[in-house]
Protein backbone atom coordinates (compact mmCIF):
# COMPACT_ATOMS: atom_id res chain seq x y z
CA UNK A 1 0.00 0.00 0.00
CA UNK A 2 1.30 3.48 -0.66
CA UNK A 3 -0.21 6.87 0.89
CA UNK A 4 0.07 10.23 -0.11
CA UNK A 5 -0.84 12.75 2.62
CA UNK A 6 -1.37 16.34 1.63
CA UNK A 7 -1.03 19.65 4.11
CA UNK A 8 -1.07 23.19 3.64
CA UNK A 9 -4.54 24.02 2.77
CA UNK A 10 -7.24 26.48 3.72
CA UNK A 11 -9.05 29.90 3.83
CA UNK A 12 -7.04 32.76 2.28
CA UNK A 13 -7.84 36.15 0.86
CA UNK A 14 -7.19 36.52 -2.75
CA UNK A 15 -3.93 37.81 -3.67
CA UNK A 16 -3.01 35.95 -0.71
CA UNK A 17 -0.61 32.84 -0.76
CA UNK A 18 -0.28 29.03 -0.03
CA UNK A 19 1.89 26.37 0.20
CA UNK A 20 0.77 22.32 -0.24
CA UNK A 21 2.75 19.92 0.50
CA UNK A 22 2.08 16.15 -0.26
CA UNK A 23 4.55 13.20 1.37
CA UNK A 24 4.14 9.51 0.46
CA UNK A 25 4.60 6.97 2.85
CA UNK A 26 6.90 5.02 1.50
CA UNK A 27 10.09 5.05 -0.56
CA UNK A 28 9.65 4.17 -4.94
CA UNK A 29 11.87 2.04 -6.16
CA UNK A 30 11.88 4.61 -8.88
CA UNK A 31 9.63 7.45 -9.75
CA UNK A 32 8.86 9.42 -13.56
CA UNK A 33 7.20 12.25 -12.92
CA UNK A 34 5.14 13.77 -9.10
CA UNK A 35 2.50 16.66 -10.18
CA UNK A 36 -0.32 18.28 -8.73
CA UNK A 37 -4.46 18.42 -9.82
CA UNK A 38 -6.94 20.29 -8.30
CA UNK A 39 -11.21 20.32 -9.11
CA UNK A 40 -13.74 23.04 -8.70
CA UNK A 41 -17.24 23.14 -7.23
CA UNK A 42 -18.75 21.30 -10.16
CA UNK A 43 -15.86 21.12 -12.56
CA UNK A 44 -13.88 17.93 -13.71
CA UNK A 45 -10.37 17.17 -12.20
CA UNK A 46 -7.81 19.22 -14.21
CA UNK A 47 -3.88 19.08 -14.23
CA UNK A 48 -2.22 22.37 -12.30
CA UNK A 49 1.16 21.40 -12.20
CA UNK A 50 3.45 18.43 -13.25
CA UNK A 51 7.36 17.75 -12.80
CA UNK A 52 8.96 15.17 -13.80
CA UNK A 53 12.19 12.98 -12.82
CA UNK A 54 14.79 15.16 -14.54
CA UNK A 55 13.11 18.47 -13.75
CA UNK A 56 11.16 19.95 -16.21
CA UNK A 57 7.96 21.13 -15.54
CA UNK A 58 4.66 21.94 -17.26
CA UNK A 59 2.04 23.93 -16.00
CA UNK A 60 -1.68 25.26 -16.97
CA UNK A 61 -2.42 27.96 -18.22
CA UNK A 62 -4.39 29.72 -15.75
CA UNK A 63 -1.94 29.22 -13.16
CA UNK A 64 1.42 30.09 -15.04
CA UNK A 65 3.50 32.88 -13.61
CA UNK A 66 1.86 31.97 -9.83
CA UNK A 67 2.25 28.63 -8.94
CA UNK A 68 5.62 26.94 -8.46
CA UNK A 69 6.01 22.94 -8.75
CA UNK A 70 9.25 21.59 -6.80
CA UNK A 71 9.91 18.07 -5.18
CA UNK A 72 12.58 16.26 -3.20
CA UNK A 73 12.37 12.76 -4.56
CA UNK A 74 14.31 11.20 -2.30
CA UNK A 75 11.79 12.04 0.08
CA UNK A 76 9.12 11.30 -1.97
CA UNK A 77 7.37 14.51 -1.17
CA UNK A 78 6.28 16.89 -4.16
CA UNK A 79 5.41 20.86 -3.02
CA UNK A 80 3.11 23.49 -4.86
CA UNK A 81 3.56 27.06 -3.92
CA UNK A 82 0.39 29.33 -4.59
CA UNK A 83 0.89 32.95 -5.39
CA UNK A 84 -1.67 35.55 -6.34
CA UNK A 85 -4.66 33.76 -5.73
CA UNK A 86 -7.75 33.70 -6.95
CA UNK A 87 -11.26 33.12 -5.69
CA UNK A 88 -11.83 30.70 -9.38
CA UNK A 89 -8.20 28.81 -7.80
CA UNK A 90 -10.82 27.86 -4.89
CA UNK A 91 -10.99 23.60 -5.20
CA UNK A 92 -10.06 20.34 -4.03
CA UNK A 93 -6.29 20.12 -4.76
CA UNK A 94 -4.55 15.93 -5.35
CA UNK A 95 -1.24 15.62 -5.33
CA UNK A 96 0.16 12.80 -7.38
CA UNK A 97 3.40 10.12 -8.01
CA UNK A 98 4.01 8.14 -11.50
CA UNK A 99 6.41 5.23 -10.80
CA UNK A 100 6.92 2.07 -9.35
CA UNK A 101 7.24 0.97 -5.49
CA UNK A 102 9.23 -1.96 -6.34
CA UNK A 103 11.54 -3.74 -8.61
CA UNK A 104 8.81 -6.67 -9.12
CA UNK A 105 5.87 -3.90 -9.07
CA UNK A 106 4.68 -2.50 -12.14
CA UNK A 107 4.33 0.77 -13.15
CA UNK A 108 1.40 2.53 -11.40
CA UNK A 109 -0.08 6.50 -10.88
CA UNK A 110 -0.84 6.94 -7.05
CA UNK A 111 -3.24 9.57 -6.07
CA UNK A 112 -3.64 11.44 -2.39
CA UNK A 113 -6.96 12.37 -0.77
CA UNK A 114 -6.95 15.45 -1.57
CA UNK A 115 -6.59 18.96 0.07
CA UNK A 116 -9.15 22.03 0.00
CA UNK A 117 -8.25 25.45 -0.71
CA UNK A 118 -10.57 28.47 -0.69
CA UNK A 119 -9.87 31.90 -1.92
CA UNK A 120 -11.75 34.38 -0.48
CA UNK A 121 -12.84 38.34 -1.99
Known amino acids: QVQLVESGGGLVQAGGSLTLSCAASGRFFSINAMGWYRQGPGKQRELAAI???????TYADSVKGRFTISRDSAKNTVYLQLNSLKPEDTGVYYC???????????????WGQGTQVTVSS
Open 96 to 110: NIAGKIGFASPYGVY
Open 51 to 57: ITSGGST
